[in-house]
């Protein structure tokens, strides 16, 4: 059982990335998939989720109407598409699953984690 976060870089403010939660071992499809972001001194906070049952979609109220989650089934990966990013979009972004129901976007009902993909924006 596998996560493998990429995607991350160093970007403008107001450019857009895109990550990625490939999976292996398992179909990512039979969980909920959470993102989550680091910021340097500062604790983990989660970001964005997808649930596994009907594909609602959850985002934290500071990336609303710019990042957008999704499920590739046949790649077995979630995306995460960041948009307009802001210097405090700058953290290392992790992926997630849990099994557990509802989804919630804290990271102690999560069992699987990536390694974290690095994003930083600045000019």
């Known amino acids: 059982v596998q996560l493998q976060a990429s995607g991350g870089g160093l970007v403008q403010p107001g450019g857009s990335l895109r990550l990625s939660c490939a999976a292996s071992?398992?179909?990512?499809?039979?969980?909920?998939v959470g993102w989550f972001r680091q910021a340097p001194g500062k604790e983990r906070e989660g970001v964005s989720g997808?649930?596994?049952?009907?594909?609602?979609?959850f985002y934290v109220e500071s990336v609303k109407g710019r990042f957008t989650i999704s499920r590739d089934v046949a790649k077995n990966t979630v995306y995460l598409q960041m948009n307009s990013l802001k210097p405090e979009d700058t953290a290392v972004y992790y992926c997630?699953?849990?099994?557990?129901?509802?989804?919630?976007?804290?990271?102690?009902?999560?069992?699987?984690w990536g390694q974290g993909t690095k994003v930083t924006v600045s000019s």
């Open positions: 071992g398992f179909s990512l499809d039979n969980y909920n």
């Open positions: 997808i649930s596994r049952k009907d594909g609602r979609t």
């Open positions: 997630a699953t849990t099994i557990r129901s509802p989804l919630v976007l804290l990271g102690e009902f999560y069992d699987y």
